[in-house]
């Protein structure tokens, strides 16, 4: 192995060990709690149990899971692409921005779990409600997001853009919408963690299939090794999507200042050793 690739497994290393010793605390504090006697073993499932369970049903569980992420990703799409046009609207059109922003608002703060039957009663137990409840709860924090991040560009910089000639469909493909990627891609990985959320919300409210189905039926058959094994895949679903998009962000925003402060400090690091 060479010292490049020594130095990449030392900093992969340097950045789980203190996630990996945390989670590893959690699971040892769940098992004590479960050992002790501290919570009745039909409340709360042993770690033991609840992942032998997650082996030994995981081709029941894999088929639901990947509903679920279906869903997720169809709603987050969704939410994504709407949300950068309707930011880019917003931004470039004062009376769009002063007409939407308080509907927006509005919707957002809508118990989304209040309103999902409704969804249900109008289309149906297919695929449909539980995509629509995704990319409501994905929506607004990519409008959001990409608003800010449109409107933080250095007006020295559009400036000079307009005073060499370019247009604004120029302006916006050259210096806008790079700018604005670093918080579009906060954005992105707020929201889909929360399309997770939504597909799921959607599964409890009328469907047959998907992880949300899986906790239901759980949760009414006091199946909690069940419950739990749900509860972890859903999380995973949700950790791995948020890493994709992390490392999109870093293969397409090296130039960002966050990712050169990284990169400035592992130099100077070797430098000093």
Known sequence: MDKVQADRWRGVAERT??????????????HLITVTGLVEAYLVPSPAKTFGLLVDKWSYLWGHTWVTTY????GFVIAGVLGVLVAVAMVYSRTIESTAYPILLFA?????IAIAPLFVVWLGFGLEPKVIVAVLMAFFPVVISTVTGLKSVDTEMLDLAAT????????????????????????????????VTGAVVGEFVGSNEGLGYVILQANGNMDTPM???GL????VVGVLLF??????????????ASRRGAAVTTLLAKGGS
Do not use: N, Y
Request: proline fraction near 8%.
């Open 17 to 30: 060990w203190r996630p990996a010793a945390l989670l590893a605390a959690c699971l040892a504090v769940w």
């Open 71 to 74: 869903e997720t990703i169809l």
């Open 108 to 112: 957002q703060v809508i118990p989304k």
């Open 164 to 195: 060499m000639g370019g247009g604004p469909v120029k302006t916006f493909v050259k210096i806008r919408f790079p700018a604005a990627l670093p918080h579009l891609f906060a954005g992105l990985k707020v929201a889909v963690t929360l399309a």
């Open 227 to 229: 419950l739990f094994a």
């Open 232 to 235: 972890i895949v859903i999380s």
């Open 243 to 256: 890493l994709l998009l992390d490392l999109a962000e870093r293969l397409m925003l090296p130039w960002h």
